[in-house]
């Protein structure tokens, strides 16, 4: 649930980008081709609609079992067998479990004062500061 919540609220990337390659209309919008069209996943990860208190860093609201093919798209909308949200989100979830085990269960840390800032229009978005930990000792077993 805390991985879900860290890929939701933060801006993993904050859109996908593509070029319409021939005219279409989808639920009422019309692509013209040419046009580069955004796909604002930052926003729809933050829409009070769709998350009620967007805002807030809460990993309990994926306790609840549900459909989010459409709604959660951190890393793409949709199927990844039919369409191209990123085929590599299990693998991604996965890393993400084993550094947060590590980060919480075999070393301490100090986090210094730092800029944790990031941008909104900057792919991949990352901390300007980096993350800077310091006065790091290993704790766990092995
Ligand atoms: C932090 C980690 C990752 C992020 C934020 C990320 C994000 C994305 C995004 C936004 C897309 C484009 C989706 C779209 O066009 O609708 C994508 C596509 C893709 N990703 Fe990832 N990804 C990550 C990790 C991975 C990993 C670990 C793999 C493979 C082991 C992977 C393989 C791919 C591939 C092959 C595509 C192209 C899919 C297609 O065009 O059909 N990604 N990813």
């Not at 879900?4 to 692509?31: L, N, S």
């Not at 986090?111 to 990031?118: A, G, H, I, N």
């Amino acid at each position: 649930m805390f991985v879900q919540e860290v890929r939701r609220y933060y801006p993993f990337t904050p859109f996908v980008g593509a070029r319409v390659h021939k005219d279409f209309v989808w639920d009422q919008y019309e692509f013209k081709k040419g046009v580069l069209v955004l796909l604002d996943v930052y926003g729809m990860n933050h829409d009070p609609v769709i998350w009620g208190d967007p805002d807030k860093f809460r990993p309990e609201r994926f306790q609840e079992e549900k459909d989010r093919t459409y709604c959660f798209i951190p890393q793409g909308g949709g199927d990844p067998a039919k369409g191209h949200r990123c085929p590599g989100e299990g693998i991604t979830i996965e890393i993400m479990k084993a550094g947060l085990n590590f980060l919480v269960n075999k070393i301490d840390f100090v986090v210094p004062e730092q800029d944790l800032s990031y941008s909104l229009s900057r792919i991949p978005t990352l901390p300007k500061s980096g993350f800077i930990m310091n006065q790091i000792k290993k704790t766990g077993l092995e």
